[in-house]
């Protein structure tokens, strides 16, 4: 049960980052042998920093070539801001491989306090509360099947493992600080469009900046007011969108009660 514990909050960690940073990130076919391997196309944030595109002179001069100095001081606030931030959550669903995923995301900057749903047809659906006091997770039979996880723990229900001491160290992957890295760590000012759009997400009035191809390759959203990351938007064949929300703000994480937790041995 502790491999298996360990194995559960690093791939939870993982996918957290990954599926929000697919969501931001451009995984289009490139669309000429001139594609670069070291640049990247899409304004919103990428999962990592292999394989991406470079737009050809054909498509620069067929789509944006003008100043895009407003976009990228729009991207560059967004960044700082979500770099320096206490805390925040998010939510949305994003395809993988052709299969639609869900994430819910509450957590805080240094990844000591976090809690994470994540649920798919394939995969089935999981959920880690992580505290100073210990890591929780919560999931269906198919996610502790798929797992790996004994016979036992297969017949959870809706109770909540808890996750031996050395899986606390895993938690890190779980961090607010650690997703936003990721997210911007591969973000080009070259690829955006000079035109920064305008629209109302959720109330919020915000900046809509986009790469040169519009919103087929993506969209990061950022509150007028606060320079806040308030939604990012997948690209055309990597459909996919997370809510941003509570920025700073207390996220009432709590472990789960004494009942909720199946004793193990």
Do not use: H
């Not at 690093?10 to 697919?22: E, K, P």
């Amino acid at each position: 049960m502790k491999t298996t514990s360990t194995r559960i909050v690093a791939l939870a960690g993982a996918l957290a980052i990954s599926f929000g940073a697919a969501a931001c990130g451009n995984s289009d076919p490139a669309p000429s042998p001139a594609a670069s391997q070291t640049t990247t196309s899409s304004p919103t944030p990428a999962a990592s920093t292999s394989t991406s595109e470079t737009p050809t002179p054909s498509d620069s001069a067929s789509s944006d070539a003008g100043d895009t100095s407003k976009a990228a001081d729009i991207v560059d606030q967004a960044k700082s801001n979500a770099l320096a931030a206490k805390s925040a959550q998010f939510a949305g669903t994003v395809e993988q491989s052709g299969e639609e995923m869900k994430i819910s995301y509450k957590g805080t900057s240094d990844g000591k306090t976090a809690d994470i749903a994540i649920e798919s047809s394939k995969q089935g659906k999981a959920r880690i509360i992580a505290l100073p006091e210990g890591t929780f997770i919560q999931a269906d039979a198919k996610f502790w099947k798929n797992a790996g996880a004994p016979a036992s723990v297969q017949k959870a229900g809706d109770k909540f493992i808890k996750a031996p001491s050395s899986a606390s160290s895993m938690t890190q992957s779980l961090s607010l600080k650690s997703f936003a890295q990721k997210a911007f760590g591969s973000v080009s000012s070259s690829s955006f469009a000079s035109e920064v759009g305008e629209e109302s997400v959720n109330g919020v009035d915000c900046w809509v900046v986009t790469d040169k191809r519009g919103k087929d390759g993506g969209a990061l959203y950022v509150s007028k007011d606060k320079n806040e990351v308030v939604r990012f938007t997948g690209t055309k064949t990597s459909p996919g969108q997370l809510d941003f929300s509570k920025w700073n703000e207390d996220l009432a994480i709590k472990a789960p009660a004494a009942s909720q937790i199946m004793k193990l041995g």
